[in-house]
């Protein structure tokens, strides 16, 4: 994954959630959760870079569910590559 990738991904995750004091709620965490799950899975700090998602993943079960399925399919697909 690329830099440029990346740094869509920060736009994107300004965009949805420009106000970092207010909760970060499902829907917004659900419109980053595919790009968010594929810079894990691509061994990327995503702590470091994206901790709104990653708190409210940590916090939320039914987020975490979906960041898991995601997760497995991802690296399902990586090894069939």
């Known amino acids: 994954m690329n830099r440029a990738l990346i740094d869509a991904f920060h736009r994107l ?3 949805v959630h420009p ?3 207010r909760d970060f709620t499902c829907d917004e965490c659900s419109e980053v959760l595919d790009a968010f799950a594929e810079l894990v899975v691509r061994g990327f700090e995503v702590s ?3 901790p709104l998602v ?3 993943v940590d916090h939320c079960d ?3 569910s979906k960041f898991h399925t995601l997760l497995a399919k991802l690296r ?3 090894d069939r590559a």
Do not use: G, M, P
């Open 13 to 15: 995750l300004h965009e």
């Open 19 to 21: 106000d970092h004091a």
């Open 48 to 50: 470091e870079l994206f």
């Open 54 to 56: 990653r708190q409210h």
């Open 62 to 64: 039914r987020c975490r």
């Open 76 to 78: 399902l697909e990586l």
